[in-house]
């Protein structure tokens, strides 16, 4: 997952929501916006078809957003102790609970959803970035799927299972969820001029230099975007707009080509190349080199070896 959140913060995420609803999972991801909570996105599972009303928790200044991958038979909601809402929920839709109300459930049926906690600090935080004015509430239709979250859900979900997952990626896709959950949810539009402008050349290249020299590290998003003098939002958006290319694929851009000049060089075994380039281990190197290439990294190296023989 993430680098993990401050011990300082803690909140209605990770194991302590997995231990409330009595339900297996695991947080795959946490992003922070000026040392605040902005998102943390929790897994759970569960295949019991009856639970009990889970106790109200603590009061916390965060939304939770409940998304369902599967139909669930029924979900029961009380709210400072009465009962809110109570009906049958269909994969794709969304809950989201204010957790100062102190929410209860109690749910029938197999589970399985993502839970997002959205701090109310580090979501104002994240939308002052984005140069809007301040969310004091998250809200979406009851029974209408979204499935522009079903796609950042999937992706996020499978970033993170990745062998040394690409932070970068987890980043980039915590700002693309943050950014939906402000504007769909929150109601609030960035201004057009942000979205127009690009890095200045010394970003730039600053950026670029920095990415090259970490190939093999796990290299945040925040961490480039601040020696560009930017917020992680504003710095995603621009670097995309003047490589083309988000964050995440221009590094793994790097890495192949990295990857390339090793498989020229002598014998040196695919796992060692895939942990210097920043892979996880040799499977997921020849995955994404087979993506990228549409060869293997064994194929790939002896192609170039013999046409090199020819050459020589």
């Known amino acids: 997952m993430g680098e993990a959140l401050s011990t300082l913060h803690r909140g209605f995420y990770g194991q302590s929501a997995v231990d409330h609803f009595g339900m297996t999972g695991n947080a795959l991801a946490s992003f922070e916006v000026e040392g605040q909570p902005a ?12 639970r009990e009303r889970t ?23 009380w709210l400072r102790g009465h009962l809110d809402i109570s009906s049958p929920v269909h994969a794709r839709e969304v809950e989201i ?29 994240f939308a002052k ?13 009851t ?19 990745a062998p040394n997952s690409n932070q970068l990626l987890i980043d980039q896709l ?15 539009q960035p201004p057009e001029k942000e979205h127009a402008t690009g890095l200045a050349p010394w970003q730039r290249r600053r950026a670029t230099e920095m990415m090259a020299a970490r190939l093999a590290s796990n290299l945040k998003i925040a961490q480039i975007a601040d020696e560009c003098r930017l917020s992680p939002s504003h710095f995603a958006r621009a670097f995309r707009r003047s490589m083309g290319v988000a964050p995440q694929r221009y590094l793994t851009q790097l890495r192949i080509e990295e990857a390339k000049k090793l498989l020229t060089k002598g014998n040196l075994p695919l796992s060692d190349i895939a942990l210097v380039c920043g892979f996880g281990d040799q499977s997921h190197f020849t ?12 194929a790939w190296r002896r192609s170039r070896t013999a046409q090199l023989s020819e050459d020589a």
């Open 39 to 50: 998102l943390v996105a929790t897994h759970l599972r569960c295949c019991r078809q009856s």
């Open 174 to 188: 915590a700002i693309a969820l943050l950014t939906h959950f402000m504007e769909s949810y929150g109601h609030l």
């Open 97 to 125: 609970v204010d957790l100062r109300d102190r929410p209860q459930w109690q749910f029938s049926g197999e589970f399985h959803a993502l839970q997002f906690y959205v701090s109310v600090a580090g979501l104002a935080s």
């Open 287 to 298: 995955r994404v080199f087979g993506q990228m290439t549409g060869e293997s990294p064994g």
């Open 129 to 141: 970035q984005c140069s809007v004015g301040a969310i004091t509430s998250l809200s979406w239709q």
């Open 55 to 77: 106790l109200p928790i603590a009061s916390d200044a965060a939304f939770s957003i409940l998304y369902q991958f599967s139909d669930l038979q029924r979900r029961s909601r």
């Open 143 to 161: 029974g209408i799927p979204d499935n522009v979250l079903w796609g950042l859900s999937n992706a996020l979900i499978h970033a993170a299972a």
